[in-house]
């Protein structure tokens, strides 16, 4: 019976990881941001759970400046962002430390 309390207090709970598609950087989910293309429109998934294709961005001002201006979120998105929508996330970026 000890034998079994023991592995059981070494194993870890799984955590799932995503890259940071600037950075190229492996995180923990909850520790990126998600952004969603439902549609048209590119918004922020706060709760990751919306439907639609998403991408994972590190919580960086480097990061999301980095998405914006290669054109990297549009190719992970499969999509063309407006110019509207561009600003929008550039807005959300700029509130990041």
Known sequence: MKAED???AT?????????????RETRGKRELVRLVCSGHIVEVDSRGK??????????????WETALKNNRLEYGLRTKL????????????????
């Open 82 to 97: 407006s110019a509207e929508n561009r600003q929008l996330l550039l807005e959300y970026g700029r509130c990041l430390p």
């Open 50 to 63: 919306q439907p639609g294709r998403g991408v994972y961005i590190c919580p960086h001002k480097e990061c």
């Open 11 to 23: 194993k870890q709970k799984y955590v799932p990881e995503r890259t940071c598609i600037a950075c």
């Open 6 to 8: 023991n592995i059981q």
